[in-house]
């Protein structure tokens, strides 16, 4: 993967598969502290603790089609590239934090990639889970929950075509906040 959103899709779908009805998603830039920084929380199924103690091997997978899992294991790759590295938790029953940390400044770090089009993505097509999104940036923050979203359009779907048209200029217009002059 070539970009930290793609890493980010990954996760995200994972824990969708995984039965999450809430899911949040948190990036931390700090150029000042050279950091880079995401974690994703979910409240799916969890994994066991010897699944979770070899998650990170390319041949520990719980897909029945095939018997390789690249994700996590090439999220880790990315984040040790540059001096950072993961961690994950998890527990039966509750859910799963993913935690990825990048060197902000190192050559070696991916660029963010289209979080916009990542994140209007699994909220359209994932209605039946919900998103809080957090972006940070300096001193800057966007913030997207889409229970608030919900509660505010009152049982409209969020597939609805002048939702969809409003909810990517508002996280076009909220990711472009962060970095206005």
């Known amino acids: 993967m070539k970009e930290i959103s793609l890493h980010i899709l990954d996760i995200l779908q994972n824990s969708i598969t995984a039965g999450a009805s809430l899911v949040e998603l948190c990036i931390t830039e700090d150029a000042e502290k050279d950091i880079f920084k995401f974690y994703i929380k979910d409240n799916g199924k969890g994994m066991d603790k010897e699944f979770l103690k070899n998650v990170t091997s390319p041949?520990?997978?719980?897909?029945t089609t095939r018997k390789v899992g690249l994700g996590i294991p090439l999220l880790k790759l990315a984040a040790e590239s540059t001096g950072g590295g993961i961690n994950i938790s998890s527990e039966l029953g509750v859910g799963t934090t993913i935690e990825a940390v990048f060197s902000y400044s190192h050559i070696d770090r991916q660029p963010?990639?289209?979080?916009?089009?990542?994140m209007f993505t699994v909220i359209t097509a994932y209605e039946n889970t919900d998103f809080l999104y957090i972006h940070k940036s300096?001193?800057?923050e966007f913030k997207f929950d889409t229970r608030e979203i919900k509660?505010?359009?009152?049982?409209?779907?969020?597939?609805?075509?002048?939702?969809?048209?409003?909810?990517?200029?508002?996280?076009k217009e909220g990711e472009a906040g962060l970095t206005a002059e």
């Open 59 to 63: 041949f520990t997978t719980k897909r």
């Open 112 to 118: 963010l990639g289209n979080i916009v089009d990542t």
């Open 138 to 140: 300096g001193d800057r």
């Open 151 to 171: 509660k505010i359009l009152g049982g409209v779907a969020l597939s609805e075509p002048d939702v969809m048209a409003w909810l990517l200029d508002y996280l």
